[in-house]
């Protein structure tokens, strides 16, 4: 792969980094995916407790915008009740690297605020 610079371009130019930040800078989008990163694969209710506050709609409406982006793929088992599991795919899993550096360069936040 060629080196990645950073570039300037228009807002209708499609940057990669707006891309990116549409899809996983959405309110609770980023803790779907730190909850998947760390658990591997996660039911719907255990999202609701990992994720206080947030409500079975909003969860719902998250899980299907990331299914669509295929960074989250949906498991569905024939139990009764039904039993539906979470998990990431390849490209969601691709973003475990940023997320790490994202935590540092929060930490370095946090720690400024001390």
Excluded: Q
Aim: charged share 30%; glycine share 6%; net charge positive.
């Amino acid at each position: 792969m060629s080196e990645i610079k950073l570039e300037r371009g228009s807002y209708s130019d499609n940057c990669p980094i707006e891309l990116a930040i549409n899809i996983i800078g959405s309110k609770w989008t980023s803790l779907i995916i730190r909850d998947l990163l760390i658990d591997k694969t996660v039911r719907f209710g255990d999202f609701l407790k990992s994720l206080e506050g947030i409500s079975p709609k909003t969860l719902s409406l998250r899980l299907k915008e990331l299914e669509k982006k295929e960074i989250v793929t949906r498991t569905v088992y024939p139990e009764i009740p039904p039993h539906v599991e979470y998990s990431l795919t390849c490209k969601g899993k691709a973003l475990e690297p940023i997320f790490l550096e994202l935590k540092k360069w929060g930490m370095l936040i946090k720690d400024s605020k001390k």
